[in-house]
Nanobody
Framework: QVQLVESGGGLVQPGGSLRLSCAAS????????MGWYRQAPGKQRELVAY???????NYADAVKGRFTISRDNAKNTVYLQMNSLKPEDTAVYYC????????WGQGTQVTVSA
């Protein structure tokens, strides 16, 4: 069983930055797509960004130019660098690994508020 553990969430002022990390417990990480999703209160979970095993990336329009996803296969870790944060980025952020299985982390809260 693969476990994904997120970290790095917190409270930040508008315009600030945070870096989320997601560590995977097994080397399946290196062959899977790794993605970040988020879910705000009362809203559906949405894809924020993903990165393939080959390093190709894709971003939601709402975060393009502000967020950067990256991965370190040697550390089985994926990162989400979030810059120029806005109040509408407030959500619980989840890490996901697929298609070899479909694994989710427990989520980490990101709150953007003055």
């Amino acid at each position: 069983q693969v476990q994904l553990v997120e970290s790095g969430g917190g409270l930040v002022q508008p315009g600030g930055s945070l870096r989320l990390s997601c560590a995977a417990s097994r080397s399946i990480f290196s062959i899977n797509i790794m993605g970040w999703y988020r879910q705000a209160p009362g809203k559906q979970r949405e894809l924020v960004a993903y990165i393939t095993s080959g390093g190709s990336t894709n971003y939601a329009d709402a975060v393009k130019g502000r967020f950067t996803i990256s991965r370190d296969n040697a550390k089985n870790t994926v990162y989400l660098q979030m810059n120029s944060l806005k109040p509408e980025d407030t959500a619980v952020y989840y890490c996901r690994s697929w298609p070899q299985g479909n694994y989710w982390g427990q989520g980490t809260q990101v709150t953007v508020s003055a």
